[in-house]
């Protein structure tokens, strides 16, 4: 027995490392943009709005390890501030639409009846809006910046948090541990959080997951178009914006270093989602 | 209600009626939220804290003229409700009011902008539908082999490509390396401008071909491995006939209904492709107003995409049906 069970041990290991192999990669790189993002100013060789206009559009040197952009500011020194914003945004969005979406899904799941039909209602209604065009609105109301589209984009995920949960939830309510609560005398609100909600949260947190890449999209593509993170301020998708100037007379770095960073995020986010929908099981697949 | 019948195809009647009835119910939420949008983009500028004519005049003089323009143009003297009914029954007369930056009729800015962002649509449009179809249908005969494996991993690093990486990598290889397409503008006449329409339906359309393919795929995988399409080969029906008639033909279900979210995606997503290109279109219409707070046409713009977006999807879920019959049966069947 203890022969045979010897040699297929670390055979499975083997296995099991060479199938994660991309996961770790993107584990790690997405490590490095959030260490990258928290200690920006020790990171950052330059300061990302120091202007040398001796050294425009300079192609990688030993000093600029990515170039420089059209006003001599060191590219790399600025794809580490952008990588702030690049990622709290998203952060915000995921964070609040999951809670807002959880609550609300347990609500309505769990009620059923008039709630149910009232907040789904609310969720349809809300999924008329793309959430890039909700951002729009918010920014023609309420200005551009980081704050009034992040609050819009909250809002326009919620339903997708929302509606997963309350589907979760209601195949759940019915479930035998839940009756066996009852029995014993627990209130429903008590239940419904402390039992069902740890059941629920597994799927909702790869549906987070994969919500993180579709936002970070969506808020370098407003800040692409103008109306995001303003100016001098660095923004990977304003530095595409002002990249695209160059890119004309055939300097293609500005533009196409920030382009990389989105891709490179998004897919590392996705294959950490794919993980873990894979780990935790698709009951809907 | 009437007892259950033993089978249900005796009575054509029946399923057709409630095909209407389903049809009906899909058509009133339709109008429903809509109507609900079109409240809430209204309603959106009390948000705003101060008084309307200052957050309408943002950024403008506020000398009298102005102020009794945007008066009229709004009938800010009215109460809410009443402005709302003027506005909403403007609207579907086709009159959305006064642009504030052009000194026009926001329809008529619209209407002048509407060919481009038609166009960019229905060309990607098209080059998703065939592009995606194509390697779908393809990766899924030639399901296992190196051809398979390479369409898949270029799908997914396509469908990771937002559609502002895509015009950049575009416009850096096709118009400035190899020169062969413009990076600006929309040109004159009509097969000029499909020229320039090329590079950015293109890098509108990446990503969503990788969606169509991958579903595309695994629908026809599904399909395969049905029993009907076994029993069509035994009967020696060409393989061609067999793809088109009895897969293809099944699996346009799902195709359609992703396609539909696609389109409404297109509308949003124009807007980014039309920047990048400088395209004169409705997108870049909504975001230069939006710069300019000609907030006007910001509301007209957003209700118009809401409402083809809902209209879309309304669409999709009605023609279900009609391209594959099996879900007329509805939740009764299964």
Redesign the interface.
Known sequence: MSIQAAPRLPLKRQSLHKTRWGLVISIGFLALVLIAAIFAPLVAPFSPAAVDLLRVNSGPTPQHWLGTDALGRDILSRMVYGSRTALTGPIVVVLASTILGLLSGLWAGWAGGKIDAIISRIF??VL???A??LA??A????GKGLIAPVIAMSIAYTPYIGRLTRQLVATEKNRQYVAAYKVQGFSAPWIATRAVMPNVLGVVGSQTTQNFGYVL?EL??LS????GIQAPKADW?NM?NE??AA??S?N?LP??IP?IA??LV??AV?SVGGWLSDKLGDPFA | MAPPQASGAKDPGKPVLAGLKLAAGKIGSFIFTVFVSSVIVFFSRWLVPGDPISFLLRGRSPNPEAIAEVTAIYGLDKPPLEQYWNWITGVLTGDFGRSLQYRQDVSEVILGRLPVTLGLVVMSGIMIAVLGLAAGICASLLRGTWADRAIIASMSGLAAIPSFVGAIVLIAIFAVQLGMFPSFGSGTGFWDMIYHLILPSLALALSFIAVVGRVTRSAMLEEFSREHVEVARSRGVTPVAVVIRHVLRNALGPILTVSGLLVAGLLVSSAIVEQAFGLAGLGSLLVSSVDRLDFPVVQAIVLIVVTAFVAINTLVDLLGPVIDPRLKAGEGAR
Not at chain 1, 139 to 142: D, E, I, S, T
């Open positions: 349809d209604i008329a809006f793309p890039l065009l729009i609105l920014v023609a109301l309420f999209v370098a593509a692409f178009l103008g109306l998708g595409i990249g695209q890119l004309v055939g293609f533009a196409l382009s989105v891709v998004v897919v996705n």
